[in-house]
């Protein structure tokens, strides 16, 4: 069974489009993540949830948004794609707070977002 | 802002060398972490460190965090073409934020 798992894995799209990449995680972890990976392979976080809450939101443009029905689920939801969008992205969970205590981060497979 | 920088960005070297990469900071870290991420996944957690000066082993790595948890090493014995990968570091906030930083990211490539 895949721990994190992201949906679509791939997603070519026009500018100006609205899309939303799903992630879940089956590990029973109270913390889930979005990371973004540019071109470069710089791995930046976007946002972090802990119990549902959102804990990090780093500077982020507000076409991207967070959605965190349950523990288990954080969905990314983007409108008006740019070019710049285009990227590869990564939903992760970890047990607990980040940064603390080296708590493992357990990453999705990624979402390869092309924007044209 | 923490920031966290790798040397080399890029590595091509023969299968049965010895390589050393290296994450350096000017920020105190309260944990220093490891991952390898393979083409089309996910970076997957090799080591973390959390004690200034520790080091660890994993079979043919070995792994240092800084005495003042500034930096790290990671040190790869007669690599191997499975080596290959992209190494990334991730640095835990000591305080406030709660968040893993990352490091720009070493490519190595361990050629058979």
């Known amino acids: 069974d895949t721990a994190v798992s992201q949906t679509p894995k791939y997603l070519v799209t026009q500018m100006g489009n609205d899309k939303s990449i799903k992630c879940e995680q089956n590990l029973g972890h109270d913390t889930m993540y979005w990371y973004k990976q540019d071109s470069k392979k710089f791995l930046k976080i976007m946002f972090s949830y802990n119990n549902k809450e959102l804990i990090i939101n780093e500077t982020v443009p507000n076409r991207f948004s967070p959605k965190s029905p349950d523990k288990a689920h954080l969905n990314l939801h983007i409108n008006s794609l740019e070019l710049g969008d285009s990227a590869v992205y990564f939903c992760a969970s970890s047990q607990g707070l980040p940064g603390i205590s080296g708590n493992t981060i357990y990453f999705g497979e990624g979402s390869w977002l092309t924007v044209v | ?112």
Do not use: M
Request: net charge neutral.
């Open chain 2, 1 to 112: 802002t923490q920031l966290l920088e790798q040397s080399p960005q890029f590595l091509s070297i023969q299968e049965g060398e010895n390589l050393t990469v290296y994450c350096n900071s000017s920020s105190v870290f309260s944990s220093l972490q490891w991952y390898r991420q393979e083409p089309g996944e996910g970076p997957v957690l090799l080591v973390t460190v959390v004690t200034g000066g520790e080091v660890k082993k994993l079979k043919r790595l070995t792994f240092q965090f800084g005495d003042a948890r500034k930096d790290s090493s990671l040190h790869i014995t007669a690599a191997q073409p499975g080596d290959t990968g992209l190494y990334l570091c991730a640095g835990g906030a000591t305080s406030g934020t709660y968040k893993y930083i990352f490091g720009t990211g070493t490519r190595l490539k361990v050629l058979a």
